[in-house]
Structures are given as C-alpha cells and as structure tokens.
Nanobody, 120 residues
C-alpha cells in the first residue's frame, strides 16, 4: 500500500506564488520519478513537472522558468515552487509517484489532487 499526501494549493493573484508538497509513504522499494500533472475541467491531465530520484527534472514548456521542482529522496518528498502564476495555471494539480513495490513491477500512484486558482 502506498500513500501520497499532497498539499499547498490555494487562491492567488496573477504574479503570485504557491508551493505544493507531496510526500510518498508505504510499501516502496524504489522511486523512479515523482511530480505533478494538472487537470483543467473537460481536458486530459498534462505533465507539469517531474523529478527523478537522482534529481533530473522535466517541465512543461508552459511553466519553464516559472516553476521549480525539487525533492528530498530520503523523505520521498517533492516540492513544486510555482512563481509568476498566471490564470492559465488554474487547475487541479495531482501529485504522482512512479515506483516499484518490493519484488514487484513498476506502477504509478496518484494523489488526491489540490486546487490551484489564479485570479484577480
């Protein structure tokens, strides 16, 4: 069993900042990468940012230069620092972990999501 505790969403004005956090726990042998997707109502989820256990990052073009993902591998925790927020960033942000349980195959587990709203 795996758990993801996700927090940090909220309402901010354009140009403001938020920091999301996500902590993974449970029956995990290794984590390959963690990060966030976001979902706009009526649309599919899209990758926002991810980071491997070794620290390699990946960002959507729309957030490059504004968002920064970081991690503490010892704590299985990731953070998403979101700066210069735009109304277009409004979405539900879902943390995920790509991991392997002990003696089993890789799989992805999703958090419950946190709402980010950017509005004047």
């Amino acid at each position: 069993q795996v758990q993801l505790v996700e927090s940090g969403g909220g309402l901010v004005q354009p140009g403001g900042s938020l920091r999301l956090s996500c902590a993974a726990s449970g029956n995990i042998f290794t984590i390959f990468h963690m990060g966030w997707h976001r979902e706009i109502p009526g649309k599919d989820r899209e990758l926002v940012a991810s980071i491997t256990n070794g620290g390699t990052t990946n960002y959507a073009d729309a957030v490059k230069g504004r968002f920064t993902v970081s991690r503490d591998s010892a704590k299985n925790t990731v953070w998403l620092q979101m700066n210069s927020l735009k109304p277009e960033d409004t979405a539900i942000y879902y943390c995920y972990v790509d991991y392997a349980p002990p003696g089993s195959y890789p799989r992805i587990y999703w958090g419950q999501g946190t709402q980010v709203t950017v509005s004047s």
